[in-house]
């Protein structure tokens, strides 16, 4: 079945540095990804929608020069948080609709 | 009202239980109803995919749709301990490029 691979899926980083996530779909293309986060025994929230080769859609209340999402190719979608802080810790999701939608692994944020 | 009811449970039944979860929405637009499975720190799995209403069954899952009461229910038969997980109801209006609107979860617990 289809498959979209994330990385990392955990990382740990010092307050004020920047921190790449990587989502790609391993056996087909990807036009558009979306990217969730989600806190603990909470559901998914809908951060963005990233489009190949165009700017991200964010939700409102995402701020976008926070959360930095390059879909450079049909494979995949970054995800950069920028000067992370310690309320950015958090599980960070991304997902591509085929078939139904299929998501990532999961990445799992702590800034200290 | 929010979009998609679930009741968040948890919810804690005997193995070889039949489990029954639900969730109702308000948009008439939604068509496109799913299931997800979620376990500790990994990203959601998909059991069930089910367009418009009726009823879809594999193995010991069955999903149903009801878009005249809006109204959706996963059921599990022969439930197993590891069936224990959090359970997302997703749906959507369109297919492909539309990011799904998710429930709560249900957190279900099933004894040995």
């Known amino acids: 079945g289809a498959v979209v691979s994330q990385h990392p899926s955990w990382v740990i980083c010092k307050s004020g540095t920047s921190v790449k996530i990587e989502c790609r779909s391993l056996d087909f293309q990807a036009t558009t990804m979306f990217w969730y986060r989600q806190f603990p025994k909470q559901s998914l929230m809908l951060m963005a929608t990233?489009?190949?080769?165009?700017?991200?859609?964010?939700e409102q209340g995402v701020e976008k020069d926070k959360f930095l999402i390059n879909h450079a190719s049909l494979t995949l979608s970054t995800l950069t948080v920028t000067s992370a802080h310690p309320e950015d810790s958090s599980f960070y999701i991304c997902?591509?609709?085929?078939?139904?939608?299929?998501f990532g692994s999961g990445t799992r944020l702590t800034v200290v | 009202q929010k979009e998609v009811e679930q009741d968040p449970g948890p919810l804690s039944v005997p193995e070889g239980a039949i489990v029954s979860l639900n969730c109702t929405y308000s948009?008439?637009?939604?068509?496109?109803f799913m299931w997800y499975r979620q376990y500790s720190r990994k990203g959601p799995e998909l059991l069930m995919y089910?367009?418009?209403?009726g009823n879809k069954e594999d193995g010991r899952f069955t999903a149903q749709v009801d878009k005249s009461s809006k109204y959706i229910s996963l059921f599990i038969r022969d439930s197993q301990p590891s069936d224990s997980a959090t359970y997302l109801c997703?749906?959507?209006?369109?297919?492909?490029?539309?990011?799904?609107?998710f429930g709560k979860g249900t957190r279900l617990s099933v004894i040995a």
């Open positions: 997703a749906m959507s209006a369109n297919s492909g490029n539309t990011p799904l609107v």
């Open positions: 997902s591509a609709e085929i078939y139904g939608y299929t």
């Open positions: 089910t367009y418009s209403s």
């Open positions: 948009n008439s637009a939604f068509q496109y």
């Open positions: 990233s489009n190949e080769g165009s700017k991200a859609t964010y």
